[in-house]
């Protein structure tokens, strides 16, 4: 009993992460068609700036801080990259997009060293007691972040003037702008909010798990299961597939035999592929 | 006009790839003198083992120095060029035959995971390079029938066995009595080895394997698997978990407020970095190869250098490195002026290794190998305490009391 119990919430608590590293890159992909695969690497640039910024008083305070920097990178990011690209082929976006993560990944090796650094000590002690399972309160609080992160952009794009308008951009480009939407103002907007969300989880992130110049291949293939399952640019898919993922990730751990339990993500990402291609909410914001 | 977004398209691609090659190239090592003696550096210096790369590139560059401001080899410098593989055999095995073929380096050492070292091992073979592994633990590496590698770390086995030799031992000085141990390792053939590896050792000491479980290296949400070793019986933990894992289990075993010993191979605990835990870490007991507070003179001059020289502690990888350079300093020296490959390859068969800096790893003064090229230092559990690695076991290299947890 309490296997499950222990289970069944770190794979919530998981899941939670996952929402908060997927639901911009679904964005991204969703409204702009863009395969971001720097988005990981962007993620790890995030918690070196958590580390080196440090303490500043509140981690509330850090949050916000990452948040702006990310958003300015994620705009920089489009207009100096996506946006001379943007009517290319997405080849090239893939292409552009894998090369910054290169350049990010090295750049970090030269400047930050590799080692792995984290801040485990960053003052969110102890572990909430639920039904006999311990969670760590960083991990609660990572969870909660993500959980708010998805709502939050999930109700700016479907409710927000400006939501509406990078919807607009996105489903038909010309008559947007024929109506009147500066086109690339909004999609540097869901740019900028969908690298944003990476610097408010950044600075709890970095208190349970270390960073390393490759940190982000990690994420990033993760990510990429959770957006492709959840129906390519879905946001409410991605929150969905973020919770499939995360418990089978730690009930396959916890009940599967051996090396199984590694496997059964990437089993269940087969099957989906296989029997429902275009994911859980295909089509769908 | 889409022909000149075309190509500013394909401009951006190209710049941003240039510009990561120069980066990578910045990392790399360059420029060397005419009569040098050149021997070739396989080792990771991107990719995720990166880390570790660092603390050896640097081991060797401070043996480097050292042996070249005292007069070199037989007067001629000695000079170590390092490839960067990555963690990727193809690559190494690359980096490897380009070192022997166009460098001319005398021989070759490092790589640092075990699918690395065994492709390395193979081409040294082909191409009759003497290779010296410090690092990689894999047993298949000396069971391969290899005549020109030669490695000083002791194979997985022994390290299983110290574990189990410590947990029967720590029950008489201070610790709970263990009786019941479980597994966590991961899904590669390191993982697969280590288990094995485990179990063997488990069995000879009269220790049940109650349970074992899997993970991803990286992960460090661990509660799922913790809490079935916990439901198991299991009264410690044997891991092959790398640092990244390692610390998300210790952090998980607090949370679940269950204080069992939990163990891993070397820097896979045993290293700087794991003091982020702050502490966390502290009473935490595992093995390594090598500390900086062993009763050895030359070893402990090594760690000040090391300190010195990088602002860092040296890790036991940096230590093994460090130690490897001075082997094969003395390896060229016995085997006479002008020593070809072949002539240094017998000589590491045949001689016994006895000056100080190849011997700051714990062999007791004299480095050997056997008829399957593997050498037999001893290993050691160290235990941490407020961000130093103090050696607690064998008592021969200890130099500081084993303290048990709860005491």
């Not at chain 1, 792995?116 to 572990?127: E, F, L, V």
């Not at chain 2, 891993?264 to 700087?272: D, E, K, L, N, W």
């Not at chain 2, 050997?368 to 008592?395: C, R, T, Y």
Request: hydrophobic share 50%; with cysteine.
């Amino acid at each position: 009993m309490d296997v499950f119990v222990q289970a069944l919430f770190s794979g919530l608590l998981e899941a939670g992460l996952l929402m908060a590293v997927s639901v911009g890159l679904a964005l991204v992909f969703g409204v702009m068609g863009v395969v971001n695969f720097a988005h990981g690497a962007l993620l790890m640039v995030a918690m070196y700036v958590a580390i080196e910024v440090g303490d500043l008083g509140s981690i509330w305070i850090t949050m916000l801080l990452l948040f702006a920097i990310m958003a300015i990178a994620g705009g920089v990011v489009y207009l100096a990259l996506i946006r001379p690209a943007y009517h290319l082929d997405h080849t090239f976006q893939l292409l552009i997009t894998l090369g910054l993560a290169v350049v990010l990944e090295n750049a970090a090796l030269l400047y930050f060293g590799a080692q792995p650094r984290s801040r485990p000590d960053a003052g969110i002690d102890g572990s909430l007691r639920i039904l006999g399972a311990a969670l760590p309160w960083n991990r609660v609080a990572l969870a909660a972040i993500g959980v708010a992160i998805t709502i939050a952009l999930y109700l700016f794009i479907t409710r927000s003037e400006l939501g509406q308008q990078i919807r607009a951009a996105s489903q038909d480009t010309m008559a947007a702008q024929l109506s009147g939407i500066s086109v690339q103002k909004v999609l540097a907007v869901a740019m900028a909010m969908g690298i944003g969300v990476l610097g408010l989880i950044a600075p709890f992130l970095v208190t349970t798990t270390s960073v390393s110049p490759t940190l982000g291949d990690r994420f990033v293939l993760l990510a990429f299961v959770v957006v492709i399952l959840g129906g390519a640019g879905s946001i409410r898919g991605a929150a969905i597939a973020a919770v499939i993922v995360g418990l089978t990730e730690t009930l396959g751990a916890a009940y599967l035999p051996g090396t199984l339990g590694l496997s059964a993500v990437w089993i269940l990402f087969v099957l989906v592929l296989l029997f429902r291609p275009q994911g859980l909410m295909g089509n769908r914001v | 006009m889409s022909g000149m977004r075309r190509t500013r398209g394909a401009w951006k691609v190209a710049a941003l790839l240039s510009a990561s090659l120069v980066l990578a190239a910045c990392n790399g090592d360059s420029g060397g003198s005419e009569d040098a003696i050149e021997v070739g550096v396989v080792i990771p210096l991107s990719g995720p083992t990166a880390g570790v790369g660092e603390y050896i590139q640097r081991g060797y560059e401070l043996a480097q120095e050292e042996i070249n401001a005292d007069g070199g080899i037989d007067g001629r410098d000695l000079e170590f060029k390092f490839g960067d593989h990555a963690g990727d055999p193809a690559t190494g095995a690359r980096e490897a035959r380009t070192l022997v073929q166009q460098d001319k380096v005398v021989a070759l050492t490092g790589s640092y995971e075990s699918g690395v070292t065994l492709v390395v091992a193979q081409t040294a073979e082909q191409l009759k390079a003497p290779y010296i592994v410090p690092y990689s633990s894999a047993t298949s590496i000396t069971e391969s029938g290899f005549t020109y590698t030669f490695r000083t770390r002791p194979p997985l086995p022994e390290w299983a066995k110290t574990m189990t030799d410590f947990l029967t031992w720590q029950a008489d000085n201070g610790g709970q009595p263990v009786e019941k141990v479980g597994l966590l390792v991961d899904g590669t053939e390191y993982g697969d080895t280590a288990a094995a590896a485990y179990e063997e050792a488990a069995q000879a000491a009269g220790l049940t394997v109650v349970d074992k479980r899997t993970l991803t290296q990286g992960d460090t949400n661990l509660s799922a698997q913790m809490t079935q070793l916990r439901n198991s019986g299991a009264q410690a933990i044997l891991a092959s978990t790398y640092l990244e894992s390692s610390m998300g289990a210790i952090r998980t075993l607090d949370s679940l407020d269950w204080d069992v010993p939990y163990m891993t191979v070397g820097s896979g605990i045993v290293a700087p970095a794991f003091f982020d835990l702050g502490e966390l870490a502290n009473g935490v007991t595992s093995t390594t190869s090598w500390a900086s507070t062993i009763d050895n003179e030359a070893s402990k001059k090594f760690a000040e250098a090391y300190k010195a020289k990088y602002d860092a502690e040296p890790t036991d990888d940096a230590a093994y490195a460090y130690a490897a350079a001075y082997l094969i300093k003395e390896a060229i020296e016995k085997a006479g002026e002008d020593a070809d490959a072949e002539a240094i390859a017998e000589t590491l068969r045949t001689a016994e290794f006895t000056s100080e800096g190849a011997n700051i790893i714990p062999t007791g003064g004299t480095l050997k190998f056997d008829e399957k090229g593997q050498a037999h230092p001893a290993i050691l559990m160290a235990q941490a305490e407020d961000g130093v690695w103090n050696s607690v076991f064998p008592e021969e290299f200890a130099s500081s009391d084993y303290v048990p947890s709860g005491g």
